[in-house]
């Protein structure tokens, strides 16, 4: 099972890995594919990796699998490791991806996908919020 007390990359506030997963939900809100994506590009530079429990229980995200795909096709180079964890109840191990941003992605055209995906979770929340508002 993932330790979630010790940190991956903090933001600097001595956060755990746990809220660390948490912080970054909160800062991509919705349920969109866009802020999907969004999370998981954020909680892989900042936290060094995700596994496929994490993605489910702390961003939301329900079909990690499906959502690196979409960010592989964006251009992103993502690596996937095999591990062993237990499951959630503690009870034998289950196999599960742990997704890596491969290294040196500081490049400009990856700072265009991200800053697109990000734009793309911003205008859906906007778009959520007139409807809410003109409704």
């Known amino acids: 099972m993932t330790d979630y007390k010790k940190t991956g990359r903090d933001r600097g506030d001595g956060a755990t890995r746990k809220s660390l997963l948490q912080q970054i939900h909160a800062d991509f809100p919705g349920n969109s594919t866009d802020a999907q994506r969004a ?19 702390f961003l939301e995200v329900m079909n990690p699998s499906q959502r690196v795909t ?23 191990p289950h196999r599960q991806a742990r997704y890596v941003l491969t290294p040196n992605q500081g490049g400009a055209a990856l700072f265009d996908a991200v ?7 911003w205008l859906a929340t906007v778009a959520l919020w007139l409807v ?3 409704l």
């Open 70 to 92: 979409e960010l592989r096709n964006q251009g992103a180079e993502i690596d996937t490791a095999w591990t062993l964890e237990p499951s959630e109840a503690g009870r034998d």
């Open 132 to 134: 809410e508002v003109l």
């Open 115 to 121: 800053a697109w995906v990000a734009f793309g979770a």
């Open 39 to 57: 999370r998981l590009l954020a909680a892989m530079r900042e936290a060094g990796h995700i596994t496929t429990t994490e993605a489910r229980l």
